[in-house]
């Protein structure tokens, strides 16, 4: 059963520095990796999604790598502002068949502070 | 850009009864999936459908069924509600071809008292 796990639990930061966050899976055999910000009690919004055949994508300041081989993604994010603070959600779905549900980490917590 | 509707957004339902909840993807999404949030967890994975049937299936209780309508829309119906039913619950669409990026609605909050 694939486990997503998401470090660290909670991060705070001042305005403008970079920051990484860290996602990892226990299965290797993904068809891909996305990326959520979730603000709380709302919905979740798409930030970067990156096939399995990637090593990145990159939004603006947004930065998402993949590493398969060692199941481990991370979000990278320059110049963090107080609108960045959110819940950022990882993601994974599942290779072979037909099936794409989405296995969640819990989240990492980030408050950029003004 | 249109995005996934849910109806409604708030539904207070008292224990034993029933609720639907209704989701509108994207146009020309044709893939539907739902999820359950509970207070401080991560979204689990309930149900999904693809083209009008049912594709996957997570851990949805036997006391609730989807289905999805031939202009797409889908509906979850929950009867005999308890409550840890209490959650949000989240409705995702995604397009073929698209490397199956889901884009998520805003969720309707479902409380049970």
């Known amino acids: 059963k694939q486990e997503v796990t998401q470090i660290p639990a909670a991060l705070s930061v001042p305005e403008g520095e970079n920051l990484v966050l860290n996602c990892s899976f226990t299965d290797s055999a993904i068809y891909n990796l996305q990326w959520f910000r979730q603000d709380p009690g709302k919905g979740l919004t798409s930030l970067l999604l990156i096939q399995s055949s990637q090593r990145e994508q990159t939004s603006g300041r947004l930065n998402a790598s993949l590493d398969k081989s060692s199941g481990r993604s991370t979000l990278y994010i320059a110049a963090s502002q107080p609108g960045d603070s959110a819940t950022y959600l990882c993601?994974?779905?599942?290779?072979?068949?037909?099936?794409?549900?989405?296995?969640f980490g819990k989240g990492t917590l980030l408050t950029v502070n003004p | 850009a249109a995005g996934v509707i849910q109806s409604p957004r708030h539904l207070i339902k008292e224990k034993r009864e029933t609720a639907t909840l209704k989701c509108y993807p994207i146009?020309?999404?044709?893939?539907v999936y739902w999820y359950q949030q509970g207070p401080g967890q991560d979204p689990q994975f309930l149900i999904s459908?693809?083209?009008?049937?049912?594709?996957d299936k997570g851990s949805i209780p036997d006391r609730f069924s989807a289905q999805q309508f031939s202009d797409y829309h889908s509906e979850l119906n929950m009867s005999s509600l308890e409550l840890g039913d209490s959650a949000l619950y989240f409705c995702?669409?995604?397009?073929?071809?698209?490397?199956?990026?889901?884009?998520f609605g805003p969720g309707t909050r479902l409380t049970v008292l």
């Open positions: 459908f693809y083209e009008k049937m049912q594709s």
């Open positions: 146009p020309r999404h044709d893939t």
């Open positions: 995702a669409s995604s397009l073929p071809g698209t490397y199956n990026e889901q884009f």
């Open positions: 993601a994974v779905t599942a290779s072979g068949g037909s099936n794409y549900k989405l296995t």
